[in-house]
């Protein structure tokens, strides 16, 4: 996908950090098995992103350059698109994935063992083949176009494709199955016998739902969504494939700056500002609600 | 109609509801969790129900709080039929095994919450039910705190001013102890005891813990296997088992095995595999000759005698110092009976001495035995 949706694992293995200090014996099989992914952490992501990040900097004027950035209409434009895109994306996945997730919450053990594959099976398939997929169905002669055509709901081919609801529409499919596994991981965390004990002291089924399990199932609302917000903003194929040049997003600038105009100093800010936002996000929902908590940790 | 819309100012008018189950039944598979339990609970007793796990009183708990719906048989409130009434208008207070406090409310809220929910109650009106409540349970002043500030004990009480604040005409309990330690276990069995005579409502007590059970209810319901076993005060269960099991379960029981040689209406004779014969009451039908039987004795009723005036004689295997009292340990036909005598009564006692056991032929039982059984 990109480096940026990577920002757990350094989180992940900072915390043996202090146990390398006491150096326990049994600590050094721990550190055997950590190695390797310390290893591939540190020399493709910790590395990369240290040199991006000398390079966004260092060097003469270096504000200047920051200044420019900050200033030019093109970088604040694709920013405040890629923030759009991305809210989005996060907004509609919450919609679509928090019924479902509470649908595998409470339903039958075995309709939830279905579901789950149902969910997960798109994982399957690439990035690029859904996106493609999309682009058929989307197309100007494509399945939906077609299909609108024969009802008769429309006179001529809508445009559908290379645009913002393409872009959207193709990264909430993508998105979605993180949001809902997310959430029902945060779901099966609260006690079934709450909203028994809601219900027999007189609140009905959908009383016991906004009062007790809605509020308790908030932190996992805001957890799931912090994590498809940030990898949004990180999308590169899906904008590029399903999206027209006003739905240019970040990373497609970067790569833009980096690989066609060469100027990797540019393209560091960019990256720099977007790794900037990500992290105060990450920061000021683990300030919240402690972030080890999504993942089963108390 | 169970009318629990609790704007009733006065606590002395409410009183306990009458429950009935009738021929009640529900399976989970194949398994008949409740077999044709009938029952009738009257208004503002305790009632235990008391069994091992599986045998069906977690169930009959749940089809009482309308969390299962029974498949067939029928629950009445006060005559009135409630099965398919919905959980949240029967009106009735609960206590959790989990206590299942609401986190992310202060004490105050999640005592407050069964007043918000079926009353429109107000603002001043509701502090002041919420105070009592918590008065009532030990808990005043820890209005603001939330749950997890709490110790296990406290939580416990939480839950029950929770349950009670509504002044429901019938409270249910889930195993609400299991989770304490013993001492904390005991004082609150006493509170709880205090509590349901101050309130008057109708409790149903579910628990596994026979010392529980027979400490605080007035009626005990022991189940086993989706059935009713045997029904009664504490002390009709103790002192005059219906079964095997029911002795067994209720308290330490003496059952030792042997043969029916003879039996009429009153009385039938029990022979032990060593050839000693026992008279015990006939209860019921008399049993057939040569039907493999039990002895039930209790152990407090039990005494050491010189072996002259003994029932039956027995070997001492080991004498324990109970603190109270002493528990006489002695092998008979293979079998181990014990007493619990005083300190006086074993001086001179030595372990492999045959010593004489008697006891009231009026409170020993002859229970045909099951197979399977110890």
Redesign the interface.
Known sequence: MNALNDNHPPHASDKVGPRWRIFPKTDIKLFLLLAPITLLIVVFLIIPIVIMFNKAVSGDEILAAYIEVLRSPVYINVFMTTLKIATMTTVLTLILGYPVAFALRFGKPKYRAIVLMLIVLPYWLDFIVRSYSWMILLGRRGIVNEALLWLGLVDRPVKLLYSLGSVVTGMVQIMLPMMILTLFAAMLRI?A??M?????????RW?SFT??FM??SLPGVYGASLLVFVTALGFYITPALLGGPSETMISQSMLLLASELLDWKTASIAGTLLLFVTTILVLIYNRLFSIDRLWGGE | MLSMDTDTPHPEENSGASVRLDALRKSFGFVRAVNDVSLDIPAGSFVSFLGPSGSGKTTTLNLL???ITPEAGEILFDGAPISHQ???K?????V?Q?Y?????MTVFDNVA??LK??SEMEKSQMRKRVAETLAMVQLAGYQDRYPRQLSGGQQQRVAMA??LV?QPRLL?MDEPLGALDKKLRDQMQIEIKNIHRRVGSTFVYVTHDQNEALTMSDFIVVMRDGAIAQAGTPQELYDFPADEFVADFLGGANLIKGRIVSGDAKRQQIVLDDGQNVVAPTTGMPLQAGTTASLFLRPEGVSLVPLERSKISAEVVEIVYMGSAFRVIASVSQQVISAMVSREDIAGLQIGSKVGFNWEEERSRVFASEAGAP
Request: net charge positive.
């Open positions: 006690d016998k709450l028994d004990a809601a219900n027999i002291h007189g609140a009905n009383k009062r007790v509020p308790l | 709080a309308g969390f919905p959980t949240h029967r009106g009735i207070g609960m959790f989990s299942a406090l609401f986190p992310h919450f069964p929910m079926r929770r349950a509504a249910l």
